[in-house]
């Protein structure tokens, strides 16, 4: 999605290692989603941000993984411990809050626990 | 709770043929209705959205989208399907909040 990145792009990491992924969104987007999104799977929920509201982070798998969002603009999904089932795909998307909700993706970061 | 199905995982077509790919949500309140396609390699795009008022959505490069609320059902359409359709597609539902759910994804594939 324009104006989205996400960095690494790519990341090896060994087990129990922590890995930590940044998105950048667009500016003015208050919103903002992190998905997972496994080998053959579609995108399953981590957390949301909105303004300045307490996330949600009803989808986020188990305590080792958390993430936070500052000043509205960078996020960053933080992954303790890294376990091997772990690996996958890790989405940021950027969305708008009112009117049409759409969500812009960025391009992801690609999650190797060895 | 709610969910999202995508009753094919993988749809092969031939190019030039009309495709249907199908999406069936259940939810007891308003919803709104999503379709993305992920081109290989490449990230997430928005194809078209259901917001509200007219139930036929037309979105980029053809595809088009009916919203049927009796059947729960919002399934997406192309007339005549061409090899750069060749990508995954994925229907998403959002309720009247933050709440959004995607489908496991049809992997459409378009050959000669």
């Known amino acids: 999605g324009a104006g989205v990145s996400q960095s690494p792009s790519n990341k090896v990491t060994e087990k129990g290692k922590d890995v930590e992924l940044r998105c950048d969104p667009i500016?003015?987007?208050?919103?903002l989603y992190w998905y997972r999104q496994s080998l053959g799977q579609g995108l399953e929920f981590l957390i949301y941000?909105?303004?300045?509201?307490?996330?949600?982070k009803s989808g986020l798998p188990s305590d080792r993984f958390s993430a936070e969002r500052t000043g509205g603009s960078v996020s960053t999904l933080t992954i303790q411990r890294t376990q091997q089932e772990d690996s996958a795909v890790y989405l940021c998307a950027p969305a708008e809050a009112g009117g049409s909700y759409e969500q812009y993706f960025g391009p992801g970061t690609r999650l190797t626990v060895t | 709770a709610q969910s999202v199905t995508q009753l094919d995982s993988q749809v092969p077509v031939f190019e030039e043929a009309p495709v249907e790919l199908r999406c069936n949500y259940s939810?007891?309140?308003?919803?709104?209705l999503f379709w993305y396609v992920q081109y290989p390699n490449q990230g997430l795009q928005l194809l078209l959205k259901y917001l509200s008022g007219s139930t036929l959505v037309k979105g980029i490069n053809g595809f088009e989208a009916e919203f049927n609320k009796s059947q729960t059902s919002f399934h997406l359409r192309k007339p005549s399907v061409h090899i750069s359709d060749t990508a995954e597609y994925f229907c998403?539902?959002?309720?009247?909040?933050?709440?959004?759910?995607f489908g496991a994804g049809t992997r459409l594939t378009v050959k000669p």
């Open positions: 500016s003015g987007h208050t919103a």
């Open positions: 939810s007891s309140v308003s919803v709104y």
């Open positions: 998403a539902v959002r309720l009247n909040n933050n709440d959004m759910r």
């Open positions: 941000f909105q303004g300045n509201s307490a996330p949600d």
